[in-house]
């Protein structure tokens, strides 16, 4: 797998997924029109700001509450390329990795790692670089069944690729 | 097996709703197998922006309406039979114990009352689930709640999942599952034990699970009269991560303030809370119960100057049911507004979202910042009890 290089954005614990996409747009089907709205009522400059390969840190429980997918969607579809975490809760968690939104847990990385830093994430070996401050941190690499899904580009291409 | 283990097992109920099927069945299209695996082990539930609140809400109806009359799906609930996803699929003895069911909707774990194992999932979890009938899962380890002791009169099952909630926090749970036993049990109804489970995931984790007992047999007994099942129950020997005893009897009225459902009071630490409005009902609390409890605080009263009072029966049956007990007339006289089943407002969908600063007692589920419309909005999770009390005083107020 490839690796994520990009700035980051910053938030800290029990970002849950009606201010990562409020349900007022959930009507909305279309990944692009879901990203024109992620994080709008915890970070108004988010859609503003954020450039395509930039990466989201956060701190606890990361993805709590409902299991609309367009949580993930919407963020993958805003040009996020990786999102560090102390934990997610698990349907986000389950979500990202079915719509090949690269995560990772990472609870020192998270806590120290701050808004604006330059960051870097070998999904392979789970290591991210910090490269404002030189530091490095171990994540978790995923399991190779989920290294599997991720891989084959979602679960749906490897139930595909298993038939 | 043993937790941590990855297993896949088979499915015996794949569920979603008007918000998360039209993205599964989207997904579904990808797949080179075409079909579905079983046209009864299917539930599409319209319910949570329905009668259709704008023109997308409509587009994603008749997307899951097409679906479900192409495929012959022999579950789909349209207005007029649907219900609130998580009341209506056990009324319609669809969750059996035993059974393992995913939904696309995080209160799917509802169903761990009735000694079933299901969880929340996502919408290609979902598309995944009806086509092949299989999904995969993390065996998770478990957190034990002994409950001893007997409730007073105007302590409810939200009272006991939010004290839980309040306790072990909003992740206390995370990747678990929430095993609830001992005596006190037997004292807890249906409706009560599905309020419970059904906010398993307010705490992270993956399902909440009751064992089968004589309230279950006697329930089961009335929605699926025919149907077998096999009770699972845990072993002698389980091992768990930790494990807790709650004595019912010493459970007081619990409310959560905003805008964590891990920010919980009871009434000695709540000061003056004047409110604008009121919701009862969702998959949390809009059981028969609930009404009932909420109706006999609110007979021959009035709901307070300058409150709104929003009554959603949960399902089309609760709804007759409450109108031949006489329970929407005590709302009606007591001011309330008594609304078809929807989620509506709990999400900030429809029917009731808040404006500005305005502040809500709701029996949901959820009181995240923005969750029933502006972001300095605020909610307070609670029973209906404590909805209802609040209702007529005009401010957080303590039933009894």
Same mark, same amino acid.
């Given at each position: 797998m490839e690796k994520a290089r990009g700035t980051v954005f910053k938030y800290g614990d029990n970002v849950d997924t009606d201010v990562i996409i409020?349900?007022?747009?959930?009507?909305?089907?279309?990944?692009?029109?879901?990203?024109?709205?992620?994080?709008?009522?915890?970070?108004?400059?988010?859609?503003?700001?954020?450039?395509?390969?930039?990466?989201?840190?956060?701190?606890?429980?990361?993805?709590?509450?409902?299991?609309?997918?367009?949580?993930?969607?919407?963020?993958?579809?805003?040009?996020?390329?990786?999102?560090?975490?102390?934990?997610?809760?698990?349907?986000f968690y389950r979500?990202?990795?079915?719509?090949?939104?690269?995560?990772?847990?990472?609870?020192?990385?998270?806590?120290?790692?701050?808004?604006?830093?330059?960051?870097?994430?070998?999904?392979?070996?789970?290591?991210?670089?910090?490269?404002?401050?030189?530091?490095?941190y171990q994540g978790q690499a995923f399991p190779p069944f989920m290294q599997e899904i991720i891989n084959a580009g979602g679960l749906i291409n490897r139930i595909n690729a298993n038939a | 097996m043993t937790a941590g283990q990855l297993i896949e097992a088979s499915l015996d109920l794949v569920l979603g709703n008007d918000i998360t099927s039209p993205v599964a069945i989207k997904e579904m299209e990808k797949f080179k197998k075409e079909g579905v695996f079983d046209k009864e082990k299917i539930a599409?539930?319209?319910?949570?922006?329905?009668?259709?609140?704008?023109?997308?809400?409509?587009?994603?109806?008749?997307?899951?309406?097409?679906?479900?009359?192409?495929h012959g799906i022999t579950n789909f609930f349209d207005v007029g039979e649907m219900g609130i996803e998580h009341a209506l699929i056990p009324e319609k003895g669809l969750a059996l114990p035993g059974d393992l069911i995913i939904g696309a909707d995080s209160h799917t774990c509802t169903y761990g009352a009735l000694g079933a194992f299901s969880t929340g999932v996502g919408s290609t979890?979902?598309?995944?689930?009806?086509? #092949? *009938? &299989?999904?995969?899962?993390? @065996?998770? +380890?478990?957190?034990?709640?002994?409950? #001893? *002791? &007997?409730?007073?009169?105007? @302590?409810? +099952?939200?009272?006991?999942?939010?004290?839980?909630?309040?306790?072990?926090?909003?992740?206390?749970?995370?990747?678990?599952?929430?095993?609830?036993?001992?005596?006190?049990?037997?004292?807890?109804?249906i409706d009560d034990r599905m309020t419970v489970t059904n906010m398993a995931i307010e705490a992270g984790g993956k399902n909440g699970i009751f064992p089968v007992d004589e309230v279950t047999k006697a329930y089961l007994e009335e929605v699926a009269p025919c149907k077998a099942y096999t009770a699972v129950e845990a072993d002698a020997d389980a091992v768990y991560d930790e494990?807790?005893?709650?004595?019912?009897?010493?459970?007081?009225?619990?409310?959560?303030?905003?805008?964590?459902?891990?920010?919980?009071?009871?009434?000695?630490?709540?000061?003056?809370?004047?409110?604008?409005?009121?919701?009862i009902g969702s998959c949390t609390n809009g059981h028969i119960s609930d009404l009932r409890m909420a109706a006999k605080l609110m007979a021959g009263k009035r709901v307070a100057s300058g409150v709104r009072c929003i009554v959603i029966p949960?399902?089309?049956?609760?709804?007759?049911?409450?109108?031949e007990e006489g329970l929407i007339k005590t709302f009606i006289e007591?001011?309330?507004?008594?609304?078809?089943?929807?989620?509506?407002?709990?999400?900030?969908?429809?029917?009731?979202?808040?404006?500005?600063?305005?502040?809500?007692?709701?029996?949901?589920?959820?009181?995240?910042?923005?969750?029933?419309?502006?972001?300095?909005?605020?909610?307070?999770?609670?029973?209906?009890?404590?909805?209802?009390?609040s209702a007529v005083a005009g401010r957080l107020a303590c039933p009894g």
């Open positions: 409020p349900a007022r747009h959930l009507a909305i089907t279309d990944p692009q029109g879901l990203a024109a709205h992620c994080m709008e009522d915890i970070d108004k400059e988010f859609v503003n700001k954020v450039k395509a390969g930039d990466i989201m840190v956060a701190e606890k429980n990361f993805g709590c509450g409902s299991s609309r997918e367009h949580a993930p969607i919407a963020i993958k579809a805003s040009g996020i390329s990786v999102v560090i975490a102390e934990t997610f809760a698990r349907i979500n990202a990795i079915n719509i090949g939104l690269p995560i990772i847990e990472c609870a020192e990385a998270a806590r120290e790692i701050s808004a604006g830093d330059t960051v870097s994430v070998d999904f392979d070996s789970g290591l991210i670089t910090d490269e404002t401050t030189g530091k490095t | 599409l539930v319209l319910d949570h922006f329905v009668p259709a609140k704008d023109i997308k809400s409509a587009e994603n109806c008749k997307c899951v309406r097409d679906f479900s009359g192409a979890d979902m598309a995944a689930g009806m086509a #092949t *009938g &299989k999904s995969w899962f993390k @065996v998770p +380890g478990a957190l034990r709640f002994e409950l #001893t *002791g &007997k409730p007073g009169p105007y @302590v409810m +099952g939200k009272d006991l999942i939010l004290h839980i909630i309040g306790l072990i926090g909003v992740d206390g749970a995370l990747y678990r599952s929430m095993e609830f036993t001992g005596e006190g049990i037997q004292y807890l109804n494990s807790y005893t709650i004595d019912l009897s010493a459970l007081q009225p619990t409310v959560a303030f905003p805008h964590l459902p891990e920010n919980t009071k009871t009434f000695d630490e709540i000061g003056d809370i004047p409110i604008d409005q009121v919701v949960a399902t089309q049956k609760i709804y007759l049911q409450a109108l007591a001011g309330c507004v008594v609304s078809t089943p929807t989620c509506g407002p709990c999400l900030g969908g429809y029917m009731g979202i808040l404006a500005s600063g305005e502040r809500c007692v709701s029996t949901t589920n959820r009181n995240f910042v923005g969750r029933m419309g502006a972001i300095d909005s605020e909610i307070y999770l609670a029973s209906p009890a404590v909805a209802a009390a």
